[in-house]
């Protein structure tokens, strides 16, 4: 069994900063490529922020420039800095992995519980 935790959301004001941490844990014998994806009200999933196992980010539009993602294979940890925050950042924010099988031949997607980032004055 694999688990997806995050921390770091909360309470931060406009032009503030926030970081995310998500950690995966358990059965894992290899991960592909991590990523953050937001949900905001009443709103689709969208993504946020990807990085390759090789550490490669790729950025959706809205995080360019104001977003981070960051990538530790031995503690398998990803991390999300978000400074310049607005408050249409408001959202659920959820880690995502994708998991390999021993074989090489299969990939599962995992998501963690979600975050609540909240950015109001």
């Known amino acids: 069994q694999v688990r997806l935790v995050e921390s770091g959301g909360g309470l931060v004001q406009p032009g503030g900063s926030l970081s995310l941490s998500c950690t995966a844990s358990?059965?894992?014998?290899?991960?592909?490529?991590m990523a953050w994806y937001r949900q905001p009200p009443g709103k689709q999933r969208e993504l946020v922020a990807s990085i390759t196992s090789g550490g490669a980010p790729n950025y959706a539009n809205s995080a360019k420039g104001r977003f981070t993602i960051s990538r530790d294979n031995t503690k398998n940890t990803i991390s999300l800095q978000m400074n310049s925050l607005k408050p249409e950042d408001t959202a659920v924010y959820y880690c995502?992995?994708?998991?390999?099988?021993?074989?090489?031949?299969?990939?599962?997607?995992?998501w963690g519980q979600g975050t609540q980032v909240t950015v109001s004055s």
């Open positions: 995502n992995a994708v998991l390999v099988s021993s074989s090489g031949s299969a990939y599962f997607h995992y």
């Open positions: 358990g059965s894992i014998f290899s991960i592909d490529a």
